[in-house]
Antibody
Framework: EVQLVQSGAEVRKPGESLKISCKDSGYRFDSDWIGWVRQRPGQGLEWMGIIYPGDSDTRYSPSFEGQVTISADKSVSTAYLQWSSLKASDTAMYYC??????????????WGQGTLVTVSS | IQLTQSPSLLSASVGDRVIITCRASQGISSYLAWYQQKPGKAPKLLIYAASTLQSGVPSRFSGSGSGTEFTLTISSLQAEDVATYYCQQLNSYPHSFGGGSKVEIK
C-alpha cells in the first residue's frame, strides 16, 4: 500500500528557513507526480505546486512562485517543500499528495497526514 | 482557472439528497475531482474525471457535469458525511481548488 509520510510539526520565527519532507513508501516514486497543498487555519485548500521526481519537472502556482521551492530526492523517495525566509502568513497545515495521472484518471489519490508549520515571534 | 462552489454551507437532515455545485471560469472538459475533508484530517478523493467513483467510496456519492458546470450529489445524507467538500480542476496548471462546501446535519 502506497503511503506518503510527512515530517513532524515545526515552529519557527519570522525570517527563518525551513524544509519539510514527504516520503513516498511506494515503488514508483520517480514516475509519480507529488504535489503540495496549503491550508491556513479555518480556510480552504490552495494548490501550491507539483514535481515529477523522474526528471524534476516542477510547476508552481503563480501565488507561490518565488515564495517556496519544491524539490525531490529519488534516492530516498522523498519530496520537499522549503522556505528561505518564513513569514507569519506561512502559518498553515501543508499536505503533500500523489497525483495519479493516466488517460482516464487524474487526481490526488494519496495524501500525506499533513505538516503543521507555525511561524511566530 | 477559478472554481466557484455553492453553497458554501449546507445544513440538511439525515436521508436528504444533497447537491453541491462547482462552476469553472472556463471549460475544463471532465478534468475535475471531488474531495471530502473531515475536521483534523487530510482530504480524501471521492470522484475523479467528473463522474468516476474512487474505489471504496460509498455509492451514495456521485458526480456529473463537463465543461464549466459540475455537481456532487449525496443521494441519502448520512451522519458520517459531515465534512467539507472541495472540487479541483486538473485541466491546466495551477490545478486550483474550489473554496469548499461545508455540509452539516440539521
Amino acid at each position: 500500500e502506497v503511503q506518503l509520510v510527512q515530517s513532524g510539526a515545526e515552529v519557527r520565527k519570522p525570517g527563518e528557513s525551513l524544509k519539510i519532507s514527504c516520503k513516498d513508501s511506494g515503488y514508483r516514486f520517480d514516475s509519480d507526480w507529488i504535489g503540495w497543498v496549503r491550508q491556513r487555519p479555518g480556510q480552504g485548500l490552495e494548490w501550491m505546486g507539483i514535481i515529477y521526481p523522474g526528471d524534476s519537472d516542477t510547476r508552481y502556482s503563480p501565488s507561490f512562485e518565488g515564495q517556496v521551492t519544491i524539490s525531490a530526492d529519488k534516492s530516498v523517495s522523498t519530496a520537499y517543500l522549503q522556505w528561505s525566509s518564513l513569514k507569519a502568513s506561512d502559518t498553515a497545515m501543508y499536505y503533500c499528495a500523489r497525483r495519479e495521472h493516466t488517460v482516464k484518471y487524474d487526481a490526488f489519490d494519496i495524501w500525506g497526514q499533513g505538516t503543521l508549520v507555525t511561524v511566530s515571534s | 482557472i477559478q472554481l466557484t462552489q455553492s453553497p458554501s454551507l449546507l445544513s440538511a437532515s439525515v436521508g436528504d439528497r444533497v447537491i453541491i455545485t462547482c462552476r469553472a471560469s472556463q471549460g475544463i472538459s471532465s478534468y475535475l475531482a471531488w474531495y471530502q475533508q473531515k475536521p483534523g484530517k487530510a482530504p480524501k478523493l471521492l470522484i475523479y474525471a467528473a463522474s468516476t467513483l474512487q474505489s471504496g467510496v460509498p455509492s451514495r456519492f456521485s458526480g456529473s457535469g463537463s465543461g464549466t458546470e459540475f455537481t456532487l450529489t449525496i443521494s441519502s445524507l448520512q451522519a458520517e458525511d459531515v465534512a467539507t467538500y472541495y472540487c479541483q480542476q486538473l485541466n491546466s496548471y495551477p490545478h486550483s481548488f474550489g473554496g469548499g462546501s461545508k455540509v452539516e446535519i440539521k
